[in-house]
């Protein structure tokens, strides 16, 4: 990964720094409520669902937009394999983790699942108009207005869409409707790019670079984050009980 500080677009880290960090809100309110602390459902009221909805966006927005800007110039193979890589080991890790912590709620494809398979998926739009991408985004997002529930459907379809036998998850993102988010993240870049966004490296204040560094490493404290909050958790019980 590269680190010199003219090698990044800081605004981009830092834009992935709030989501990391609205991300790590939510999941310590949701410890707080599953080790009984808060009110049980607390993390399950319509307010605290759209602030979960909110950062699951920006994550794939962001992962969208950023996937375009690596191959602006042409898919740089490497890169895909790099990632594919990467995410498919965290993401079979994230699913064999939670199958021993939250059991038949374990996640079975989550927002790394969709990130992987987006960024696949997407591979032929990448050099397309960005109207192609856009209209992509636009068919996955219909969902939200025809349906926004369970689809009659096996549960082998689940990775596609919220069928009427996919079993329970602590995160779920298939790939209708949530993909609207990476494909809109792809189209964006040619308005950021048309707007010169990219030209633009800050800001490079010293009190910005703890921040761009967590958005730099976005994935390893998505990966380690609620460990270190349940054990955390589990200490404090430890010695107060």
Request: glycine letters at 8%; aromatic letters at 18%.
């Given at each position: 990964?590269?680190?010199?500080?003219?090698?990044?677009?800081?605004?981009?880290?830092?834009?992935?720094?709030?989501a990391?960090?609205?991300?790590?809100?939510?999941?310590?309110?949701?410890?707080?409520?599953?080790?009984?602390?808060?009110?049980?459902?607390?993390?399950f009221?319509?307010?605290?669902?759209?602030?979960?909805?909110?950062?699951?966006?920006?994550?794939?927005?962001?992962?969208?937009?950023?996937?375009?800007?690596?191959?602006?110039?042409?898919?740089?193979?490497?890169?895909?394999?790099?990632?594919?890589?990467?995410?498919?080991?965290?993401?079979?890790?994230i699913?064999?983790?939670?199958?021993?912590?939250?059991?038949?709620?374990?996640?079975?494809?989550?927002?790394?699942?969709?990130?992987?398979?987006?960024?696949?998926?997407?591979?032929?739009?990448?050099?397309?108009?960005?109207?192609?991408?856009?209209?992509?985004?636009?068919?996955?997002g219909?969902?939200?207005?025809?349906?926004?529930?369970?689809?009659?459907?096996?549960?082998?379809?689940?990775?596609?869409?919220?069928?009427?036998?996919?079993?329970?998850?602590?995160?779920?993102?298939?790939?209708?409707?949530?993909?609207?988010?990476?494909?809109?993240?792809?189209?964006?870049?040619?308005?950021?790019?048309?707007?010169?966004?990219?030209?633009?490296?800050?800001?490079?204040?010293?009190?910005?670079?703890?921040?761009?560094?967590?958005?730099?490493?976005?994935?390893?404290?998505?990966?380690?984050?609620?460990?270190?909050?349940?054990?955390?958790?589990?200490?404090?019980?430890?010695?107060t009980?």
């Amino acid at each position: 990964v590269m680190t010199h500080v003219h090698s990044r677009l800081i605004w981009l880290d830092l834009l992935r720094a709030m989501a990391v960090l609205a991300m790590i809100v939510f999941h310590f309110t949701f410890d707080l409520m599953y080790f009984g602390y808060i009110k049980a459902g607390t993390v399950f009221q319509p307010e605290w669902r759209m602030f979960e909805r909110s950062i699951a966006i920006s994550f794939l927005f962001l992962a969208g937009l950023s996937w375009q800007h690596t191959h602006r110039t042409g898919i740089k193979w490497l890169s895909v394999w790099r990632r594919v890589a990467l995410l498919g080991i965290a993401a079979a890790g994230i699913s064999i983790v939670t199958y021993f912590t939250f059991g038949p709620y374990m996640i079975r494809f989550g927002i790394l699942h969709l990130i992987l398979v987006m960024s696949l998926l997407s591979l032929p739009l990448l050099t397309l108009h960005w109207a192609v991408p856009l209209a992509c985004a636009a068919a996955l997002g219909s969902y939200f207005i025809w349906a926004d529930g369970p689809v009659e459907g096996s549960i082998w379809m689940m990775w596609l869409i919220w069928t009427s036998e996919t079993a329970g998850s602590v995160d779920y993102r298939p790939i209708m409707p949530w993909g609207f988010a990476f494909f809109a993240g792809i189209a964006a870049h040619a308005l950021l790019t048309h707007l010169n966004a990219f030209a633009y490296h800050g800001p490079v204040w010293n009190w910005t670079r703890p921040l761009a560094w967590a958005g730099r490493h976005s994935l390893a404290i998505y990966l380690i984050h609620q460990p270190i909050l349940f054990a955390g958790f589990n200490i404090y019980g430890f010695f107060t009980n």
